[in-house]
């Protein structure tokens, strides 16, 4: 077998019912049209889980995949993708990880790990290069995501690195994360859930081999060149100091940030929440994934009531829904919440969203203290948000409803609270709440997995071009859409790019040198285009009214004006909203339905989705 | 010698850049150098290399071994690959791996420090930062 340089070379599949495992050849086929990581998680999820499938059941799969660039010499190769049928979506999920795993599995000499079936007792997988065992470990069940990570470190060795769940994935909260590297999760879609259900605790990986390249010598000098810009840039003490931390006084001076519920973009508080303020408050020491001189990770320390805690972060997103979404006052209080959510393995943007949801619902009557046990769930309350987060984890009163996610605690409290849960798909938003910003907001709504912020980040572009502009907004989500998840199907983080301007000609020239294919960077964008066109094409066949409705915003951004600060007024109308989902149906080559035509998959070379699809009368 | 500890992050890019270098390899076991996770019990990271103090040269029980201009070397044609410097390593700074017939040890050609993106390993080589 020729050596397929950038990979390992071969894909783990592990049969949980049985505690069977095999190592299969990665299929030239396979590589080649869908590069890696979301690529490979993408295709083998639309192949294998077939539509009508329980995303909680043994037949979902649960894909975790590295990239060509994961573990390579160059700027942090640190991305893992988790991807299955997300039981927050009922559509494909996918969410990656940073930290050190990604290299690790293919240090082990795997690309990719399909997780199949359910164990019979509570298990971890083990996996140290050829040897791979799947290992009851009832005394972990039940345990914190971050203390079974220490468990399992004080067990193998700190060479391993661990992917855990808490008592949410175990529970099965459609909005758990896998939890890696202390505060590193892959948050979104439920893919902790996913574990859960499959009475998978852990993953823990040791590698010894190397990632064959194809060209060492032009690999060592392009990555040097980029090493060697990101170590001149000036911006980078910032992120160094700081990293994701800093955002939030920007995000709320351009009236962006997420606060009480989205029902206003500007946090009157903010500058408790800053940067500066984890810096001189909590943090304890800088925390970086694998190879990456930005070191965005912060690692800190909060107390509360009496109790001390380590945690890493908070982030930016956490700071923002945790933060502001549930007017919590100070970086500490933050930081504690989000640590509870880490050992609860909760997603701090689901679960900020559900909190601040349950207080709006609160704070509205629609919901009462029976309701909530005697929580006296408002706004500002950190008391109350740990409550509640206890509460969904363990899926219990409150938490039971909150547990499916804020449009299936929408649908069962009513008082059109529907209006307020503030979500697409399913999957709760991220932290840019986009009145103000047509472009990001359209990105919210056509994202894939949902409403999250990662696929086109381009709240810089409307303040760019003009924050009321919808001319050419949808082309700038479109453009985004292919650019940022090819980063993921690489295994390689897009910070170095998004933030320190490292220019994009730098990871095309890394791709021959690492692989010895001969893709240009358009030619990866368009396989990125097939990889967003096969997962809309999974949603299309599992739903014959999958669409345009499932695209849509919540009521409060089209009807509500923002109340206050610099955005005070704003809105994006019906009117918008519509104008903004033709034209991007129109630049993908979709029907005005937002399902994809016949001819759009053949151009992709996706035809045989396509006569599926057609066969099935779901396209035309 | 004294390595500025406070600063690392954990990156392991130095595990990376040793590979790279003296194996033409991307592959952090196969290095003279480890970052180790101390953050569960110290809230910090620590890092482990030779300080060439050439207690594993008097203990190897074939002279394969020796100190070549300040820096401990292992000859790879003599070596047996035993274990005992491995084992009297008071810094723990030798490393075997499956695929190498010898310890690994740092070799003291600086790329490491050149790379590290805090100046964190200065004192191995005395030399800064790639960029200037």
């Not at chain 1, 368009?526 to 066109?533: A, G």
């Amino acid at each position: 077998m020729r050596t397929m340089h950038g990979y390992a070379g071969s894909i783990l599949r592990v049969d949980l019912s049985t505690g069977v495992a095999s190592a299969q050849p990665l299929a030239e086929d396979l590589v080649n049209a869908y590069i890696g990581g979301r690529g490979f998680g993408a295709y083998l999820v639309y192949r294998e889980v077939p539509p009508g499938t329980d995303p909680l059941g043994p037949g979902n799969k649960l894909v975790v995949a590295a990239g060509p660039f994961s573990g390579v010499f160059l700027p942090s190769g640190s991305k893992t993708s988790f991807s299955a049928k997300s039981p927050a979506t009922g559509l494909y999920g996918d969410s990656n990880i940073g930290g050190h795993l990604a290299g690790e599995l293919k240090y082990a000499g795997y690309d990719a790990v399909v997780l199949e079936g359910r164990a019979p007792v509570p298990s971890y997988l083990f996996i140290e290069d050829d040897k791979v065992e799947v290992r009851p470990c009832e005394k972990l069940w039940g345990i914190g995501a971050i203390k079974t990570e220490k468990a399992l470190k004080d067990e193998l060795g700190d060479e391993f690195q661990i992917a855990t769940i808490g008592p949410a994935g175990e529970n099965m909260v459609v909005f758990a994360c896998v939890n890696h590297d202390i505060g590193r999760q892959a948050g979104r879609c439920g893919m902790g859930a996913v574990m859960g259900s499959k009475n998978l605790k852990a993953i823990a990986v040791r590698g010894t081999k190397g990632v064959p390249v194809a060209d060492m010598s032009a690999l060592r000098k392009v990555a040097g060149e980029m090493f060697s810009a990101l170590a001149a840039n000036p911006a980078l003490k910032v992120w160094q100091d700081q990293g994701l931390a800093q955002v939030t006084t920007w995000s709320n001076s351009i009236g962006a940030l997420p606060t009480r519920n989205f029902r206003q973009n500007f946090y009157e508080n903010a500058d408790a929440l800053s940067g500066e303020r984890m810096r001189s408050d909590i943090h304890v020491r800088d925390k970086a994934c694998f190879a990456c001189p930005m070191a965005t990770g912060k690692y800190c320390k909060a107390s509360h009531r009496g109790e001390s805690v380590f945690l890493e972060g908070p982030e930016y997103e956490t700071t923002a829904l945790i933060g502001s979404n549930c007017g919590l006052g100070s970086i500490e209080e933050v930081a504690y919440a989000n640590y509870m959510c880490d050992e609860l393995g909760l997603d701090t943007i689901s679960a900020g969203n559900a909190v601040a949801f349950t207080m709006e619902c609160f704070e509205r009557g629609i919901i009462t203290k029976e309701d909530t046990g005697g929580i006296e769930a408002r706004f500002g309350s950190l008391d109350a948000f740990v409550e509640i987060a206890k509460l969904i984890a363990a899926r219990q009163g409150i938490g039971a409803p909150l547990s499916r996610g804020v449009r299936a605690a929408a649908a069962a409290w009513g008082g059109g609270s529907e209006d307020f849960a503030i979500q697409v798909k399913g999957l709760e938003w991220s932290g840019y709440e986009s009145r103000g910003a047509p472009s990001m907001m359209l990105a919210y709504m056509t994202c894939d997995i949902g409403a999250h912020h990662n696929r086109a980040w381009s709240v810089t572009h409307d303040i760019a071009v003009g924050r009321n502009v919808i001319e050419g907004k949808a082309a700038k989500v479109v453009e985004l859409q292919h650019v940022r998840p090819l980063f993921d199907c690489l295994g390689v983080c897009r910070l170095q790019w998004v933030e320190l301007g490292l220019p994009l000609e730098y990871y095309a020239r890394l791709y021959p040198a690492v692989t010895g294919r001969d893709d240009t960077w358009e030619d990866l964008l368009l396989k990125s285009e097939r990889i967003w066109n096969l997962v809309r094409a999974f949603g299309v066949r599992e739903r014959a009214d999958f669409g345009r409705a499932d695209d849509q915003p919540p009521r409060r951004f089209y009807t509500e004006p923002v109340p206050d600060g610099p955005l005070a007024g704003s809105r994006v109308t019906r009117e918008d909203i519509d104008r903004l989902l033709d034209e991007y149906y129109d630049l993908r080559g979709w029907d005005r339905d937002g399902r994809p035509t016949v001819k759009t998959l053949e151009r992709l070379g996706l035809a045989d989705v396509a006569a599926e699809l057609l066969a099935m009368g779901r396209i035309s | 010698m004294e390595l500025d500890l406070d600063r690392c992050t954990g990156c392991r890019l130095c595990q990376l850049v040793c590979s790279v270098t003296n194996f033409s390899e991307n592959n952090p076991k196969k290095a003279g150098i480890r970052v180790v996770s101390k953050l569960f019990t110290d809230a910090r990271y620590d890092v482990i290399v030779c300080d060439q103090c050439g207690t594993c040269a008097d203990v190897c029980p074939v002279g394969a071994i020796n100190m070549d201009e300040g820096v401990v070397r292992i000859d790879a044609d003599t070596c047996t690959n035993c274990g005992v410097c491995i084992d009297a390593c008071p810094n723990g700074a030798l490393f075997s791996h499956p695929e190498v017939a010898h310890p690994i040890k740092c070799v003291a050609c600086g790329e490491c420090a050149k790379y590290c993106p805090r100046g964190v390993l200065d004192a191995l080589a005395g030399l800064r930062k790639v960029a200037s």
